[in-house]
């Protein structure tokens, strides 16, 4: 069984930054590409960010691209997304993910384990 631990939410103001954490168990974290997703109250889940096995391939969300970066450390098992010049829009439940090794990434369908999610608040 795959658990996946975020942490570093917390309420900040318009254009701080944040890092948040993603603390992974087992032995084959680096065999997965891993995801952020965030959810806004009353919207859908939406993707934010993904990053390949190696971490030399990283894809975002236009809406953030420039603003955030995702990062991973193989060897504690861990990923990251440092999030700069944070907007009120930036408002959600932060999801960390483990993907599916299949062709899609945007999808929450293309991931098959979930974090239990880091409250991140941007005050204007």
């Known amino acids: 069984q795959v658990q996946l631990v975020e942490s570093g939410g917390g309420l900040v103001q318009a254009g701080d930054s944040l890092r948040l954490s993603c603390a992974a168990s087992?032995?084959?974290?680096?065999?997965?590409?891993m995801g952020w997703f965030r959810q806004a109250p009353g919207k859908e889940r939406e993707f934010v960010a993904r990053?390949?096995?190696?971490?030399?391939?990283?894809y975002y969300a236009d809406s953030v691209k420039g603003r955030f970066t995702i990062s991973r450390d193989n060897a504690k098992n861990t990923i990251y997304l440092q999030m700069n010049s944070l907007k009120p829009e930036d408002t959600a439940v932060y999801y960390c993910?483990?993907?599916?090794?299949?062709?899609?990434?945007?999808?929450?369908?293309?991931?098959?384990?979930w974090g239990q999610g880091t409250q991140v608040t941007v005050s204007s």
């Open positions: 993910a483990r993907g599916r090794n299949i062709v899609g990434i945007r999808s929450p369908h293309d991931y098959d384990y």
């Open positions: 087992g032995r084959t974290f680096s065999s997965y590409g």
């Open positions: 990053i390949s096995r190696s971490g030399d391939i990283t």
